[in-house]
């Protein structure tokens, strides 16, 4: 399935509803939706994002979940049952992440306390290192655990999926998403 330029474009500024249920454990922080993602209603849908094959490879789903269409509802369901929600910190689509202001990341650290606040996963894994040293001002923060907690939750810093981190694998997406996950209490 593909999208033309303009389908794509039509869907600037919109946004995605967070993926969050009951007991979430761990809550993937996006930065921000891109247009594909918006155009499926489907959080790291582009096919070239590396998110769900990764959540594979590191155990924390035991299926091929295939985004590119929009995760199916029993999808959506499997995830929230294996205790995992995913939300951003600005909700507007761009074409890409770095089309947001700095102001919209600052204003995207207040969303986010608000969703940790309101859900109380054990692990937040911020999914975008440049984002959140500008969104919570924090211009040394180091990929991994960090030292001080979220809103009561344990925050991990981890590299962004999407194709455009040259600097990140699949496995290696894998090993700091299943470190997470292992702090989260998702896989053992």
């Given at each position: 399935m593909?999208?033309?330029?303009?389908?794509?474009?039509?869907?600037?500024?919109?946004?995605?509803?967070?993926?969050?249920?009951?007991g979430v454990l761990l809550l993937f922080v996006g930065i921000n939706?891109?247009?594909?993602?918006?155009?499926?209603q489907t959080h790291f849908a582009h096919p070239g994002n590396r998110f769900y094959p990764a959540l594979r490879l590191a155990g924390i789903v035991d299926r091929d979940l295939d985004r590119s269409a929009g995760l199916t509802d029993d999808d959506r369901r499997y995830l929230i049952s294996r205790g995992v929600g995913i939300t951003n910190l600005v909700p507007?689509?761009?074409?890409?992440?770095?089309?947001?202001?700095?102001?919209?990341?600052?204003?995207g650290r207040q969303r986010l306390?608000?969703?940790?606040?309101?859900?109380?996963?054990?692990?937040?894994?911020?999914?975008?290192?440049s984002a959140y040293r500008i969104a919570f001002g924090r211009a040394k923060a180091r990929?991994?655990?960090?030292?001080?907690?979220?809103?009561?939750?344990?925050?991990?810093?981890?590299?962004?999926?999407?194709?455009l981190n040259a600097h990140a694998t699949t496995a290696s997406l894998a090993a700091d998403y299943a470190a997470a996950a292992r702090a989260a209490g998702v896989i053992g």
């Open positions: 593909g999208f033309t330029r303009a389908e794509l474009e039509s869907y600037r500024n919109r946004t995605v509803p967070d993926l969050i249920g009951p939706p891109g247009l594909w993602t918006a155009v499926t507007r689509a761009t074409a890409r992440a770095d089309e947001l202001t700095p102001e919209e990341l600052r204003a306390l608000d969703v940790i606040t309101e859900h109380r996963p054990r692990v937040v894994a911020v999914a975008g290192l990929a991994g655990q960090q030292p001080e907690p979220i809103a009561g939750a344990e925050l991990w810093l981890v590299p962004n999926p999407s194709g």
